[in-house]
């Protein structure tokens, strides 16, 4: 994307690590200008200021410039904590208007809940990214209520792909998007943790222990995506028979490593679901 887009408004509402991950990648990708961009939130002042010195984009002075930054916006992401989520929208949502696109990254709270929250039907695109959003490598789910326009879910898939890769999914899919794409990047970092701490324990200093950790990551996901050859089947490849990286899946087998990441995106997509349960009774 070369080209901002024209008379477009985009308020965050929320300043957490995902907002600036995606106001990073709009700004990367000059999708919105620095000027097209705004955040509010509910008492984090300094966060704001962060924001605004690192990007540009405009903060309010004070509570009345609040809503005025939200009135004003076409289109409206919400990026609150789930915790904070059911008493912030109650009270944005007599701000909200039908011609404004809302964007909800919030982890398992569904449409139809954010409607009720809201308190009146709006155009809602339900999302999914993950801070991978940053460095324009994101993924996102999404899916979209009634209420959005083809020209609103245009723009939705065109600000998320500006930071990475969109799939769209039915509603009831989101749960599990977020609980392999949504919380994987966290997966991966753990088990580089892992390995660092391995290469350490071997002899290799950190540094050389982190970057060689990091280089292979980098590579093996490189492969995946270049030669179009499936995980398994690049596995096979660097297995040989009773060599070294046979022994350490062995190894990991016999701890069910494979099992316990398959239930860890299950168990991922089942906390979205509780959290927003959680939420639909508050």
């Known amino acids: 994307m070369n080209d901002t887009i024209p008379a477009k408004h985009i308020c965050f509402i929320g ?48 509570e009345a410039d609040k809503e005025t930054l939200v009135t004003r916006a076409d289109v409206v992401v919400l990026a609150m904590k789930p915790k904070d989520a059911a008493q912030a929208l109650g009270a944005i949502g007599p701000l909200l208007q039908e011609r404004q696109l809302i964007i909800s990254v919030i982890a398992g709270l569904t449409i139809s809940s954010l409607t009720k929250m ?3 039907p709006l155009a809602i695109a339900r999302t999914m990214p993950n801070t991978s959003s940053m460095i324009g490598l994101g993924a996102t789910g999404i899916c979209y209520s009634d209420q959005v326009t083809a020209e609103q879910r245009l723009l939705a898939r065109t600000i998320f792909e500006s930071v ?10 989101l749960n599990i998007v977020t609980g392999v794409s949504g919380s994987g990047p966290a997966y991966i970092y753990y088990i580089m943790e892992a390995m660092i701490q391995g290469g350490i324990e071997g002899g290799l200093s950190p540094q050389a222990a982190e970057e060689l950790t990091v280089q292979t990551v980098l590579g093996a996901a490189m492969m995946v995506r270049q030669t179009g050859e499936k995980p398994e089947e690049l596995r096979r490849k660097v297995t040989s028979p009773g060599g070294t990286t046979q022994a350490a899946i062995e190894l990991m ?13 299950k168990r991922a997509a089942e906390r979205a679901e509780e959290l927003g349960s959680m939420l639909d009774k508050t």
């Open 15 to 62: 300043a957490g690590s995902m907002a600036e991950a995606i106001i990073k990648g709009l700004i990367a990708k000059r999708l919105f200008a620095p000027g097209q961009i705004s955040a509010v939130n509910r008492s984090d002042a300094e966060r704001l200021r962060t924001l605004s010195a690192s990007y540009g984009i405009t903060i309010p002075a004070g």
């Open 118 to 120: 809201l308190g009146k």
């Open 164 to 173: 990475g890769i969109v799939h769209e999914a039915d509603e009831p899919l």
């Open 253 to 265: 087998d016999s701890f069910k490593v494979r099992e316990a990441v398959t239930r860890a995106v």
